[in-house]
């Protein structure tokens, strides 16, 4: 008898996300998942506001709702929050800007049918323009990728050497490992760091990090702050808990604009953040760049 070479079955998948205001993209993000080619088991949805916006899309799968109080936004306690309520073996985390491209739910579940590690998917960069109902041939016309970012593989999978590669647009990994480091440290408070403090610890249980091929989503545009000056304190204050935990810096990307405008003294080998001084509302406001991409 010849032996059974079946491939493993995919894992049961949840996506994840969270919502504070951005009710329309919320529902292009939805209207993407019931356009997937691999449904995923269920969306859930952490509200991190009073009550879930009405008259939603169905997104082809049964929506779970959480509300998850808190200020400033918790983002740390609801993405736990969704993670201790999903249903799937697979974790899909996808930001409320994002729209998933037809193939994310199933790239992911095939990346984790053959590996157990934190998984990391493309997201390109929509301008103002781009409108919901583009398919992918034209979000993939439109779309950027950030200038921060490596790219990602043709196919398959890629190691990735840092697993501070995470940002929380989306990545995916086991309900297990999520487990295993008892998900994100909720004293992470505000804006930043929750993430890349949990890929550390995750890498720290001998974890893999991958980039996935095909596992891309649209980051619909929005007016952001260059540099974000409205999270200041809550950058500075997470960047220096991650230094205190793992004996380095994180969030450089956005301590090097800070730096830039003259408003912290700072660099890799420093061992604290000296505030030269914070910035005026002025400053906050003309921060503020509608037609920019990217943070």
């Known amino acids: 008898m010849l032996p ?135 979000l993939d016309r439109l779309g950027r990728p950030h200038p921060a970012r490596p790219p990602v593989p043709e196919t398959g999978l890629r190691l990735e050497p840092d697993p501070g590669q995470l940002w929380g647009l989306s990545f995916a990994l086991s309900a297990r490992a999520w487990r295993s480091v008892g998900g994100m440290d909720e004293d992470f408070s505000g804006y930043g760091g929750e993430e890349t403090d949990f890929a550390a610890r995750l890498a720290a249980t001998g974890l893999p990090t991958y980039w996935v091929a095909g596992a891309r989503a649209y980051h619909q545009h929005h007016p952001v702050h260059v540099p974000p000056l409205q999270h200041f304190a809550p950058i500075l204050a997470n960047a220096a808990r991650f230094r205190t935990r793992h004996g380095r810096w994180c969030l450089t990307y956005w301590l090097d604009q800070f730096r830039t405008a003259g408003l912290i003294d700072w660099d890799d080998d420093a061992p604290a953040i000296r505030v030269i001084r914070p910035p005026t509302a002025p400053e906050i406001a003309a921060s503020r760049r509608p037609g920019a991409l990217f943070s």
Do not use: K
């Not at 899909?92 to 590690?117: H, K, N, R």
């Open 4 to 138: 059974d070479i079946r491939p493993p079955p995919a894992p049961s998948t949840s996506v994840l996300t969270l919502v504070r205001g951005r009710t329309g993209c919320l529902r292009n993000l939805m209207r993407g998942l019931a356009r997937q080619s691999v449904r995923p088991r269920e969306l859930v949805i952490a509200w991190m506001q009073p009550e879930p916006a009405p008259g939603l899309p169905d997104p082809g799968c049964p929506v779970r709702h959480l509300h998850v109080p808190g200020e400033p936004m918790p983002l740390a306690a609801a993405g736990n929050r969704a993670a201790e309520a999903a249903a799937g073996d697979l974790l899909i985390f996808l930001d409320v800007d994002c729209i998933p491209a037809a193939g994310l739910v199933g790239a992911y579940a095939a990346a984790a049918s053959g590996a157990e590690g934190l998984f990391l998917g493309e997201v390109l960069y929509l301008p103002p323009e781009a409108g919901p109902d583009l398919d992918d041939a034209a």
